[in-house]
């Protein structure tokens, strides 16, 4: 089974893509929602909730939302949540290797530990300023 990553930056775009995509593909394609915790949208995410309001468990098979580490002036504490933070997102693409991840944003703060941690899987990024539901219409 393959195995989809859908990670959002920009929550106000990435959900309504995501849904389409996700709506779209065949069932033999396991649908993995992965919210890392997106700090510079920490105010309008509030993860568990995102999923709630927009029904995310209709389109996705699994939903994990993570909080991203504060910068912490204690550099030890900051290493460490950031080591944390690492092994929960290798933990689970341990589990379900990644076959391809779709993301919103070329600014992902966690850019670097996906690839890393993805073992060479495709990454798909969508651009905002060039993708926005208002222009383009993604169809089934």
């Known amino acids: 089974m393959k195995n989809i990553y859908f990670i959002p930056t920009y929550y106000y775009d990435s959900i309504d893509i995501f849904k389409r995509i996700s709506s779209s593909l065949e069932d033999d394609v396991r649908k993995i929602y992965l919210d890392t915790g997106d ?6 995410q509030k993860g568990p909730e995102i999923i709630k309001k ?35 997102i290798n933990k689970i693409f341990k589990k379900y290797k990644p076959s391809l991840i779709i993301t919103t944003g070329d600014r992902n703060n966690f850019y670097k530990i996906i690839s890393r ?4 899987a495709p990454i798909i990024i969508f651009q905002h300023a060039l993708i926005h539901k208002f222009y383009y219409d993604i169809k089934n």
């Open 117 to 120: 941690l993805s073992n060479k």
């Open 54 to 88: 927009n029904k995310l468990d209709l389109f996705f098979d699994q939903m994990h939302t993570f909080d991203f580490p504060n910068h912490s002036s204690n550099k030890i504490k900051h290493i460490y949540n950031m080591l944390k933070y690492k092994n929960a």
């Open 39 to 44: 700090y510079f949208f920490r105010d309008e």
